[in-house]
């Protein structure tokens, strides 16, 4: 498995493979053909079906420069490797091609190019499922977040220290902000509402609408545009976040045992992205979502004390009662369901918490069998259900998408 730094990406939202990934494509592109006199980019499959919503033409046109880039919508191709992807061709003055290239991008803000191959130096940790590092741990005496020193160093926390900051920042940005998020849908902010309507209830209450608002904060910030932390994408960046963000202010855990925390939660994070999926044009929001609050579930369990064999447990509750889910954004925007679910998956993840803590961590199914049937879950779900913005919610919202005016 590769560093968790690929699960923690620093970056603009609304999403981390429509998004990040298509701008950094292009970034690649153009440093390498920075000479061309324009350029001609196809986006195929997911990729275009809901590019529009999720400003990846915005993205392209930021880098390439909109006057120069023809941008070209085939949702109907889906290429054989992946269904998020695009073809870029650069021309010089006489419309001869320099230079052509297909890459994709599979999630997590994370591209890879045709006839590209993870090579084994890209993979540090020697363990691939959470079985084996159970086993590690019970025959080491450590923690899970000790396995995650063990094999990326101590320099490792620096770059977390980072992410978590950025996390804060994007909490507290969105709880001040207030208005209609951009795309069309008119979709007025909650987070503010909720924080401050969060101080007049009881303590036993409060909690639960903290992190509600917390999530909403994050995932706000995301879809107006926002710098977020994938955790495991934009679309489920505010899961963790939330429910890290309560627990530090209401039992005082200093940043350290913060940090310990998101190290856990990004191993659980690279355990599904290497044996399933993290992306929803791959696999349904439950690839999304469902991993949040997996890693969310975990790392509060950690905070509080729980065994490795019951972080294990709360992961597989997470990401269990999410198979099935499917990504199904109205209009193609990050907002709707996307938004509404982060805050009820921090929510889930509290609970999955308390449920574990509970037990002794002895239980019949395993979080590797999970993945595993998400997996499998995820390929049998028809494509419509997988970021088309063709199937589910996306066409049986109350007004036709075809009223909404999709202004960015």
């Known amino acids: 498995m590769e560093s968790i730094r690929e699960i923690y990406k620093i970056g603009y939202g609304p999403s981390s493979s429509h998004t990040m990934g298509p701008r950094r494509a292009a970034e690649k592109f153009l440093s390498d053909y920075s000479n061309a006199s324009r350029f001609e980019v196809s986006l195929f499959g997911s990729l275009a079906a809901t590019g529009t919503g999720h400003l990846t033409d915005w993205a392209i046109y930021d880098v390439l420069g909109e006057e120069r880039t023809e941008i070209i919508w085939q949702p109907e191709v889906f290429l054989s490797r992946h269904p998020n992807a695009l073809t870029l061709i650069a021309y010089d003055a006489n419309d001869k091609v320099l230079g052509e290239r297909t890459v994709y991008s599979v999630g997590g803000g994370r591209i890879v190019e045709d006839g590209e191959h993870i090579t084994p130096s890209e993979s540090i940790y020697p363990l691939s499922t959470m079985l084996e590092v159970l086993e590690w741990c019970e025959a080491n005496g450590k923690a899970i977040w000790e396995y995650v020193e063990e094999y990326e160093g101590e320099v490792i926390w620096t770059y977390l220290e980072e992410v978590w900051t950025v996390m804060k920042d994007a909490i507290e940005k969105g709880i001040d902000a207030e208005g209609c998020l951009p795309g069309g849908l008119n979709l007025a902010r909650k987070a503010a509402s909720y924080h401050i309507k969060a101080s007049t209830y009881k303590k036993s209450l409060r909690s639960r609408a903290l992190v509600f608002a917390y999530a909403l904060a994050v995932s706000e910030e995301n879809a107006g545009g926002g710098k977020v932390v994938t955790a495991p994408t934009c679309g489920s960046c505010g899961v963790l976040p939330a429910v890290l963000y309560l627990a530090q202010n209401n039992h005082d855990f200093s940043d350290q045992k913060i940090l310990k925390a998101i190290a856990t939660a990004g191993l659980v994070g690279n355990i599904v992205k290497e044996n399933a999926s993290i992306s929803g044009a791959e696999v349904g929001c439950q690839g999304e979502v469902g991993t949040a609050c997996a890693m969310a579930s975990a790392a509060v369990l950690q905070l509080f004390g729980g065994s490795p064999s019951q972080i294990?447990?709360?992961?597989?509750?997470?990401?269990?009662?999410?198979?099935?889910?499917?990504?199904?954004?109205?209009?193609?925007?990050?907002?709707?369901?996307?938004?509404?679910?982060?805050?009820?998956?921090?929510?889930?993840?509290?609970?999955?918490?308390?449920?574990?803590?509970?037990?002794?961590?002895?239980?019949?199914?395993?979080?590797d069998k999970v993945v595993t049937t998400m997996k499998e879950t995820g390929k049998d779900l028809p494509s419509l259900y997988k970021e088309t913005s063709t199937g589910g919610l996306a066409i049986n919202v109350k007004r036709e998408a075809s009223k909404y005016d999709l202004k960015k």
Do not use: K, W
């Open 312 to 367: 294990e447990y709360a992961a597989e509750m997470g990401l269990e009662h999410h198979l099935g889910l499917t990504c199904d954004p109205v209009c193609g925007l990050v907002q709707i369901p996307c938004i509404e679910r982060n805050a009820m998956a921090a929510a889930r993840a509290l609970d999955s918490n308390m449920y574990a803590v509970l037990s002794d961590g002895q239980h019949r199914v395993s979080f």
